[in-house]
């Protein structure tokens, strides 16, 4: 991981993940072992500058990152 990234996924029950959630050098241990069972969840992280832009892509019907944030109601 390089730069800033913001998870733009809901946050998973448990405070597991929390959504908007800033890392900077690198995944806590309990986010790389979910990223590990579930590689799709990766897609959710973006860089800081592109959250917006990623907001409304998750927020359109049917896009990659739509899906992928459907997927996190299993995670």
Same mark, same amino acid.
């Given at each position: 991981?390089? !730069?800033?990234?913001?998870? /733009?996924?809901? %946050? &998973?029950? !448990?405070?597991?993940?929390?959504? +908007?959630?800033?890392?900077?050098?690198?995944?806590?241990?309990? $986010?790389?072992? @979910? /990223?590990? *069972?579930?590689?799709? &969840?990766?897609? @959710?992280? $973006?860089? $800081? !500058?592109?959250?917006?832009?990623?907001?409304? *892509?998750? %927020?359109?019907? !049917?896009? +990659?990152?739509? /899906?992928? +944030?459907?997927?996190?109601?299993? $995670?």
């Amino acid at each position: 991981m390089t !730069g800033k990234k913001i998870y /733009i996924g809901p %946050s &998973l029950s !448990g405070a597991r993940l929390i959504h +908007a959630t800033v890392f900077s050098g690198g995944y806590t241990q309990p $986010v790389k072992e @979910l /990223i590990k *069972e579930n590689p799709w &969840l990766e897609r @959710l992280f $973006v860089p $800081v !500058g592109q959250y917006t832009e990623k907001m409304k *892509e998750l %927020s359109t019907k !049917g896009t +990659a990152l739509n /899906i992928y +944030a459907k997927r996190c109601r299993e $995670v």
